[in-house]
């Protein structure tokens, strides 16, 4: 397998290779003393360097290849910005480089600096099938390496998360607890429903329910009314009287229905159809006051559960889970699970987002703690994982999990993972 240039910039940084007796391309001594810190961007790929060559001591970029060669395939001799580099990092220096001015850009040849094993080591990771790269080196690894590697994904995986909700808070125009309200409706739509539910939670602003807060059935009529679901013809009296309310309210307000088309109910259990999540995001903000104010106050996971555990579902559905079809009698709160996922998806992530945003570490804490106190997830990572010996203790240990698989894993960056990077450099 032929080398990428991400395994040089990886052995650079760490600076993976013999150090003693090092010599440019012209001979002269060379000496690392900063290898520099890698750019994400256009130009060079390390800035800020300091390379003693010779008996100068110098500062600027350094640029990494394959082949020396392949600073003219890539054109870096037209575009000015590399005439800061001060040293070519190649595989192979198979070709002179040169700055616009006709200076010689002295060059570091890694192809015999290298230990055979580490590379035999890395194209085994990059080449296997196995349902992790490292899965065979893995129980090889302390338990404090990868736990401080979980941490690290979680944190990443929250900030990665707060990205949408810092770019929703701007859209509401710094408004935190719509923000806060939109988060939370996206949540009761447990990944297959949650577009609709941002749909319907934009479309009706918080501040409208406030108005009707004592008036329980218009509220529910928003919300049934506006996800489209009483726009035919209804048989049973609630619905149609939520038709009758909708119908005066979305005149006074000029709201039109979502698509009813929108909402997924295939493959769903009864107890998930949107039906029913719309009926306890009903309840929830009924029962609700400044729930957002709430959240902020405690990172109790009982308490925050009672916030949801208050709010009553109309009665009708205790026998339905769809408009004018009766069934069998159901309870139809929030179970546990529920409670546990809405918590870890929607509060736990607003709660750090905020923190960070206000730069107050408690709330940032808060979320950790939220995390920690919720059990484990059951899901197939989780168990892959315990399988291999990394038993998750709870929701921020199975969440770190699913960030490790799906974002480093799955996609063969074990040079960017702790864990991998412990197993490159035993």
């Known amino acids: ?21 090092l010599s440019d391309c012209t001979t002269q001594n060379i000496k690392i003393v900063q290898p520099g810190i890698l ?29 020396a060669s392949d600073w003219q395939r890539h054109n870096h001799q037209l575009d000015d910005a590399y005439d ?43 080449q296997n099938t196995h349902w992790i790269p490292c899965q065979n080196q893995l129980p090889s690894v302390d338990a404090f390496v990868v736990q401080q590697w979980l941490h690290r ?25 719509q923000t806060f309200y939109v988060t939370l409706a996206q949540a009761f ?40 679901f009483l726009t035919g013809h209804c048989v049973d009296d609630y619905p149609a009287q939520l038709k009758k309310e909708y119908a005066f309210l979305s005149q006074k307000y000029q709201l039109s229905p979502m698509d009813k088309s929108l909402w997924k109910f295939s493959k769903l259990r009864p107890r998930n159809f949107p039906t029913i999540r719309l009926a306890q995001f ?18 109790d996971v009982k308490q925050l559960k009672l916030f949801f ?15 004018d079809i009766a069934g069998a009698y159901c309870n139809k709160a929030l179970g546990e699970k529920s409670l546990d996922s809405i918590i870890i998806n929607a509060i736990a992530v607003i709660t750090f987002c905020y923190g960070k945003q206000v730069g107050n570490q408690a709330y940032v804490n808060a979320a950790f703690n939220l995390i920690e106190k919720i059990d484990a997830e059951a899901n197939a ?46």
């Open 189 to 228: 739509g447990f990944k297959v429903n949650t577009l609709p539910f941002a749909m319907l939670a934009q479309a009706l602003p918080q501040q409208i329910f406030a108005k009707h807060k004592h008036h329980p059935l218009q509220i529910e009529a928003l919300i049934f009314g506006q996800a489209g």
């Open 282 to 299: 009903a309840a929830t903000v009924i029962a609700s006051n400044h729930l957002f104010s709430k959240i902020l106050e405690t990172d």
């Open 39 to 67: 750019n994400p961007h256009a130009g060079p790929d390390f800035s800020n360097a300091k390379i003693q060559i010779g008996d100068t001591l110098w500062a600027g970029n350094v640029e990494i290849h394959i082949k």
């Open 381 to 426: 990572i989780v168990t892959g994982f315990k399988g291999l010996g990394i038993v998750a203790l709870n929701a921020f240990d199975s969440q770190a999990l699913l960030q490790l698989k799906n974002n480093y894993c799955n996609q063969k960056k074990c040079l960017h993972c702790g864990i991998g990077n412990k197993i490159l450099n035993c």
């Open 153 to 177: 994904v979680l944190v990443e995986r929250l900030e990665n998360k707060s990205e949408a909700i810092l770019a929703l808070n701007q859209q509401l125009q710094g408004n935190w607890e």
């Open 1 to 21: 397998m032929p080398l990428a240039e991400e395994f040089l910039h990886y052995v650079w940084q760490q600076r993976l290779f013999t150090q003693s007796g």
């Open 84 to 126: 800061s580099v001060i040293l070519h990092v190649v595989w192979q220096n198979d070709a002179a480089v040169y700055r616009s001015n006709g200076t010689l850009i002295p060059a570091l040849e890694l192809e015999k600096l290298v230990s055979p094993t580490l590379i035999a080591q890395y194209e085994y990771l990059k």
């Open 309 to 323: 555990k208050n709010g009553e579902i109309n009665p009708y559905w205790d026998n339905h889970f769809q408009f």
